[in-house]
């Protein structure tokens, strides 16, 4: 069945980096566009950003472009988002999905805090 994990959050302070990794299986990888999507304490789904199936277009929210980098590995089923100067409001769960479909996995916890 479908699964994806994701891993690499934790705690940072402002300004800070992190790469989230987001393990893909049960599935063809290469054949999905997939998202980053976020949810703030109290707060819904927020969508961060998407990558087209081959990895050649994407898309960022406002809130995050120019800080954010969506990558995908099609040979290791791997979808990654690299965070950089993060900002407390950056504090979220943060999941991976397919394009079109809610979030199925348990997500990775970034909190940016002094």
């Known amino acids: 069945q479908v699964q994806l994990v994701e891993s690499g959050g934790g705690l940072v302070q402002p300004g800070g980096s992190l790469r989230l990794s987001c393990a893909a299986s049960?599935?063809?990888?290469?054949?999905?566009?997939m998202k980053w999507v976020r949810q703030a304490p109290g707060k819904g789904l927020e969508w961060v950003s998407g990558?087209?199936?081959?990895?050649?277009?994407?898309t960022y929210a406002d809130s995050v472009k120019g800080r954010f980098t969506i990558s995908r590995d099609n040979e290791q089923n791997t979808l990654y988002v690299q965070m950089n100067s993060l900002k407390p409001e950056d504090t979220a769960v943060y999941y991976c999905?397919?394009?079109?479909?809610?979030?199925r996995s348990q997500g990775t916890q970034v909190t940016v805090s002094s």
């Open positions: 999905a397919r394009v079109g479909e809610a979030p």
């Open positions: 990558i087209s199936r081959s990895g050649a277009s994407t």
């Open positions: 049960g599935f063809t990888f290469s054949s999905y566009g």
